[in-house]
């Protein structure tokens, strides 16, 4: 129920959710066009991949390894930090740079968040497209170059990533 | 002898079941228990429970007076060996064993040294560097119990830590395993469902069926006499007759046996002579010392049914005119008869079960 919960800004564009985050955060506190807005709207858009990778992998620790590692001793928040995170941390990675991703190229909710001096880069190419003349087709062409390669180099990074979560995520201290 | 680990009228409800109901023990400092019974009988709930992992419903436990209820697992200073090892994946060898002397705080060379006489004990000295993936069933259940040794709990609870294991190893497995709790002075409890693992482990053996503790001895007089029906079924027992099911044939067999009781008749009390041999005396089949009085004494007439060959001795199943089975046990010294034979059955003793 939560988990379906958590995959609900995958349900709707992200225009109205931009443009919701603009009317919702005028009060108490004034975050429209703040970079704090972004950053808010960006992790949103996010969150359901960040879920998606980190709640199987988090479920698929034995209950036996946190078992033993309190009979060791370990309080709660030891077995956690000791046992628990160094096992899902391959996952941590992965959902990281999901996350990463996603915010590179997230354009709706971008769109309604961003200051014009403060803009994110596929926003940038949007507006260097509307504002016809060869340089700002250059300029606009170079950032989307950009834009590529580090999607890519993420998703490479990703597919490595994952291998190791497949891989047990057994590695030496 | 000192008591170290006490418990009382424990209950555990799991849903609408019942796992623990009602069970009471005492430990002596030293002593190795093993728990034996069949899957679902809460053997790993009370285990469990004594750890910690799980919360009884009712009743308590005291280890060298110390009421552990309001402790949490981590300050119980009881050690659990997993059946499956539950070895930290992401450790080596060594940290997996220093990982209990890391939390209580242990200094790093101290540490060093431990890990090293841990796995000396446990027979894997020099593997501190390997890595847990790469070792076999054997080899992590020793490292399972070098890491639950090492920060020198007060008990040590073992999930039945062997049953994965193929049959050579698991003897060599258990005999190491008694002789390093012995020599550590250990105080444990051993959870199974083999009985023959039970009974060379444990100094005392409880046997629980169906969340009771039904019987608490050593493997020799439970073994010699099971007390009840439930136990003695429970063992595999083969002749077990309850009051109602006895035989006439055989109650007049046994004369003095209360109205109320049941029997069970030891397969190696069975003992049989073929027809044919009568007046030899050497014909009786299944006895070490002949006796000359046993000519006289009065036997059944049963046909020979299934003979079983076991390596150590020979399994013969009796059927008896009267419409009920006996199980014979006899040593391989003697070829036991044909199937199909007429033999007359002589029945020495018998034990009386509630």
């Known amino acids: 129920m939560t988990e379906s919960l958590f995959m609900l800004p995958l349900a709707t564009s992200a225009v109205p959710l931009g443009l919701g985050f603009i009317l919702a955060l005028h009060w108490p506190l004034d975050l429209r066009g703040t970079p704090l807005l972004v950053i808010l709207a960006h992790s949103l858009v996010g969150f359901p991949f960040v879920m998606r990778v980190l709640l199987p992998a988090l479920r698929s620790v034995p209950r036996d390894l946190r078992e033993a590692a309190t009979t060791l001793g370990a309080s709660p928040w030891t077995s956690w930090w000791r046992v628990e995170l160094p096992l899902v941390l391959p996952a941590v990675g992965v959902a990281a740079l999901f996350a990463f991703t996603v915010s590179l190229g997230e354009f709706g909710a971008s769109l309604f968040a961003v200051r014009p001096e403060l803009a994110t880069l596929p926003v940038s190419i949007y507006r260097y497209l509307s504002h016809p003349g060869p340089l700002n087709y250059a300029k606009a062409m170079a950032m989307g170059v950009w834009l590529m390669i580090m999607t890519a180099g993420s998703f490479w990074l990703i597919s490595r990533l994952m291998g190791l979560m497949r891989a047990g995520g057994a590695q030496d201290e | ?354």
């Open chain 2, 1 to 354: 002898m000192r008591i170290l680990l006490e418990v009382k009228d424990l209950e555990k409800w799991h849903g609408p079941l019942k796992t623990l109901d009602g069970v009471s023990l005492c430990l002596a400092e030293g002593e190795i228990l093993t728990l034996l019974g069949p899957s679902g009988g809460g053997k790993t709930t009370l285990l469990r429970i004594l750890a910690g992992l799980e919360n009884p419903d009712a009743g308590w436990v005291r280890l060298s007076g110390l009421d552990l209820g309001p402790l949490l697992p981590h300050q119980r200073g009881v050690g659990l060996v997993f059946q499956d090892a539950a070895l930290f994946p992401h450790l080596h060898v060594g940290a997996n064993v220093a990982f209990g002397l890391r939390m209580a705080g242990m200094a790093k060379r101290d540490i060093r040294d431990r890990v090293g006489e841990m796995l000396d004990l446990v027979g894997l000295s020099g593997m501190e560097r390997r890595r847990v993936n790469g070792l076999s069933g054997g080899e992590r259940q020793r490292v399972a119990l070098a890491r639950s040794l090492a920060p020198s709990p007060k008990l040590l609870l073992l999930d039945e830590p062997l049953a994965a294991l193929d049959r050579n190893l698991r003897e060599r497995l258990a005999r190491d395993l008694r002789w390093i709790l012995k020599k550590r002075g250990l105080t444990a409890i051993f959870v199974t469902h083999d009985q023959e693992e039970a009974f060379f482990l444990g100094d005392r053996i409880a046997v629980l069926l169906e969340g009771r503790l039904v019987r608490m001895d050593t493997p020799e007089i439970l073994s010699m006499n099971p007390g009840s029906l439930a136990v003695a079924r429970f063992l595999g027992e083969p002749n077990v007759f309850s009051a109602e099911e006895l035989p006439p044939v055989l109650r007049a067999f046994f004369p003095d046996l209360p109205a109320d009781a049941g029997l069970l008749i030891r397969p190696e009390r069975v003992r049989l002579l073929e027809d044919g041999m009568q007046g030899q005396g050497v014909g009786i089949l299944g006895t070490e010392g002949e006796k000359k009085g046993e000519k006289t004494s009065p036997w059944l007439w049963a046909r020979v049914g299934e003979r079983r060959f076991f390596g150590a001795f020979f399994r013969v199943d009796l059927y008896f005119d009267a419409g009920f089975t006996l199980t014979s046990r006899l040593p391989v010294s003697v070829l036991p008869p044909e199937q199909g034979r007429r033999v007359r059955v002589f029945l020495e003793q018998a034990c009386l079960l509630h």
